[in-house]
């Protein structure tokens, strides 16, 4: 079975890239999926985090059919940006009480706005060994994935998540370096945010329900078919 990996990751950036055309704006929740067989990745924008309602519920992101499951690997992430200088964002795949490396802060903003300025057309192949691509910039050549430029402090493995037919969740983080982490959601302990990558090839966030998996859909039908017939026999 074919899996993808998944990274959520914003960061922010006060530098500016100056023209440089890109698939990114300032401040955009981006997501980028990979393959380590064919070593490309494609980029998609999420959207723009300054209008972005966190707490918002059911929020289609990406629409079906965006993505498909022919890659093996998929990292997603947010873009460069200037909220604060001190803010950024990024995802793990549980809802804990997340800490960051605040040193390794300059290090992760300068590679979300280098890997910005890399990528001109959303949706393109981007060869992973390329020096402004997410898995040179953020996953250190393939070697730390889920490391985010080793600015996440975890296990590497909560970084990415696996995402087969039956989709995966993620749980967004934001930070202030200075201060503490944010969490204005009802829906988890920790996280801003959760955000859903679906079977289908679509982005929700903040999804009132865990995607079930089609397993498990089919023994509920199979358990149901039993007791209907059990009642028919009798």
Request: charged share 15%.
């Amino acid at each position: 079975m074919k899996k993808l990996m998944v990274v959520v990751l914003a960061a922010f950036s006060i530098f500016a890239v100056a023209n440089t055309a890109s698939a990114f704006e300032s401040e955009s929740l981006v997501a980028v999926l990979y393959d380590v067989d064919t070593n490309t990745e494609i980029g998609l924008n999420l959207g723009d985090l300054t209008s972005m309602d966190l707490t918002a519920q059911n929020v289609v992101l990406k629409e079906a059919g965006t993505f498909t499951l022919d890659y093996d690997k998929v990292g997603v992430f947010a873009s460069y940006g200037a909220l604060t200088s001190s803010q950024n964002f990024f995802a793990l795949t549980q809802d804990i009480e997340a800490t960051v490396n605040t040193s390794q802060f300059i290090g992760f903003t300068s590679a979300a706005t280098t890997y910005n300025a890399g990528y001109t057309t959303e949706g393109s192949d981007l060869a992973t060994t390329a020096p402004a691509s997410y898995m040179t910039l953020m996953n250190s050549s393939g070697t730390a994935n889920g490391a985010y430029n080793a600015f996440n402090s975890h296990n590497f493995d909560l970084g990415e998540g696996a995402i087969s037919e039956d989709g995966v969740r993620m749980y967004l983080y934001q930070f202030d370096v200075v201060t503490a982490v944010y969490n204005d959601n009802d829906l988890t302990d920790f996280a801003v945010a959760t955000i859903d990558f679906l079977a289908d090839g679509s982005v929700v966030m903040n999804a009132n329900a865990v995607p079930v998996p089609g397993a498990i859909l089919l023994l509920g039908s199979g358990l149901v078919g039993l007791v209907g017939l059990r009642r028919k026999m009798n």
